[in-house]
């Protein structure tokens, strides 16, 4: 990438700015909501007391000698960083590391009765069993005789704007919902993206999914249409190994959504049972690799990964994080262009994305000026809007 412009890794050390605000003040309150949410014991709310005051005012500690994951994480910079300050390492290390500790905090790593429950499900349930859910479904019927193409583009901006609905969020920023949404495409490669995936085409895709509940399903949804309109021959789903930032999806949320699928009524079981259908014989399937949680830009992914993804048609990574990942946790300038900073990855590449944190590449000069003449620069955090982006040589601008 000769031409790519310096940027700086992005830290959480400067008072005042969004990643500051969520060691300092999203941490903290998640360890609350975590802590009120399911019946712990003593130890476990002793162990999250103790998270909450390291991760605010403490450095890195090593993991013991028996953790799991222990070599992982020592590859993963834990070498590097033990003794530092969790302000002062990556941003995206610092988070990761935190989802790390709290697991262990409640018992998830086990041995013990709290081995593998969820902190977070309380939270994911609650979401997929709201109201609003059944609404979303329910729309579905209404797409049923709209033209092929138009479904499709409908499903697409229902798993991209699905991307709003973030549990880490709406946690520590209470109304932040409540705010009028400004529903803005700031950058549209859609028409690249479809011709990725085109009626008849017998390719694979490759979708590394973000949150559950309600931008699960939406994902869902859309992998159903692509496999049951031949614009897919066989999809494949990464989701998170292990519980991470609050809502991301594991294989047990994918469960609950399918589920929540095959027990709606009209349109939404039928691609229920598309999806179910499509698993069974193995169209569909689920993947969860360690590095899904890696404290890493997608740069540094390992060779069994990087293989899986330049044998796919395209890879759509959903959500900020991921795009995050995706692009390197840096300060680009926001009109550094998107098939640069991807220029790494080993096959067709699409981002779906609402704007949660500083990151952003690939936006028009005019854009750029048009956001910040009216948000200053709330736009690049406030997930109010979104993008669309591709990289591949069949791109279309
Ligand atoms: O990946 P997602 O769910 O779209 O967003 C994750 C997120 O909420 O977490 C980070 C802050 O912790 C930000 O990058 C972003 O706002």
New binding site residues.
Partial sequence: MPDTPFAPVILGDEPGS??HS?LAE?HPAIIRQVQGALPYGPAQHRALDELLKNCTEGTVEPLPADAPDRDLWQAWGLTAYAGRSWYDVPWLWS?SWFYRRLLDAVGWFGPGAWQGIDPFRPFKRAELDAPQTDEELAALDELRDLPEQERARALLHGSLWG?RA?L??RLSAEGAEARDPAPALVDDDSEALWSLLPPAGRGTLVLVA??AGR?LVPDLLLIAHLLAEGRAARAVLHVKPHPY?V??ATTADVVDALHRLRAACGAAAEYGRVLWSALADGRLTVRAHPFSCAPLPYGDMPQDLRAEFAAATLTVF???????RLVGDRMWPPTTPFAEVTGYFPGPVAAL??L??D?VTGLSAATEAALVAAEAQRWR?N?THALIQVSSDLQVK
Avoid: A, H, I, M
């Fill in positions: 969004f990643p969520v999203r988070e991307n973030d880490g969020f973000d949150n931008e930032y809502s991301d959903k959500g900020d994080l991921n795009y995050r994305r609402t949660k944190s990151v955090t997930g």
